[in-house]
């Protein structure tokens, strides 16, 4: 499967965590796009609609359901690209594919059957995010789900494995493992860093090394990167913690299509 057309570069899913509002959304969009272009990178807008795994009951999960997809249908129409946003029960399926082109399963929803048919049943991209707790050779039959159930449009993306309570390690070796299967893999540089279940129920990160993450990416031969950014992580309402800062985006993906020619 060709993700957003052929190209010998890697492709990018990169936005914001959330969808905070139109105004945002769309300035990272441009922002983003114009880097893209330029650097010759397949790119589309991520943005989850709704966040429903907080670590509190009062942490920010979004603008509205309808509110937040209306503003990716407006991104993906105005600057003419794939968006991706995140699905969390079987029913949210259909109602999110009439924006969105990639709905995505988070890594803690991989092995829910119901949850990856009703994406399968969309026809659109489903991309799967390995679960913490899983080995990548797992991630095969989570895959399968969706294969079964009508649809060969399938991406599986790395984003680090449990290691002890508050911390996550990338094992590099599940992405040619996952390639195996035969679906484009997408290392996560930024969820990969998080530092999860910390004592102030706001969980951590590690966003100095997002460039170490992708460069390791891109030198096993990750088909795609995955990356939320803001133009201030310190004020983001989900996620901050290790989110790329929005002008610091750049650099880091011409030192990484550098990489890519180079290797």
Known sequence: MQLLGKSDNFFLLAGPCVIEGEDMALRIAEKIKGITDRLGIPYAFKGSYRKANRSKIDSFTGIGDEKALKILGKVAKEFD?????????????????????????????????D?????????????????????????????????????????????????????????????????????????????????????????????????????????????????ETHPVPAQAKSDGANMLALDLLEPLLEKLVRLRKAL
């Open 81 to 113: 690209i794939p968006v991706v946003t995140d699905i969390h029960q079987a029913q949210e399926a259909a109602m999110a594919a009439e924006y969105v082109d990639v709905l995505q399963i988070p890594a803690f929803l991989c092995r829910q059957s």
């Open 115 to 227: 949850l990856l048919e009703a994406a399968a049943r969309t026809g659109k991209i489903v991309n799967i995010k390995k679960g913490q707790f899983l080995s990548p050779e797992a991630m095969k039959f989570a895959a399968q789900k969706v294969v079964d159930s009508g649809n060969n449009n399938v991406m599986l993306t790395e984003r680090g494995t449990t290691f002890g309570y508050q911390d996550l390690i990338v094992d590099y070796r599940g992405i040619p493992i996952m390639q195996q299967f035969g679906f484009p893999v997408v290392v996560d540089c930024t969820h990969s860093l998080q530092r999860p279940n910390q004592s102030a129920g706001v969980t951590g990160g590690q966003p100095e090394m997002i460039e170490t993450i992708a460069k390791a990416a891109i030198a096993v031969g990750a088909d795609g990167l995955f990356m």
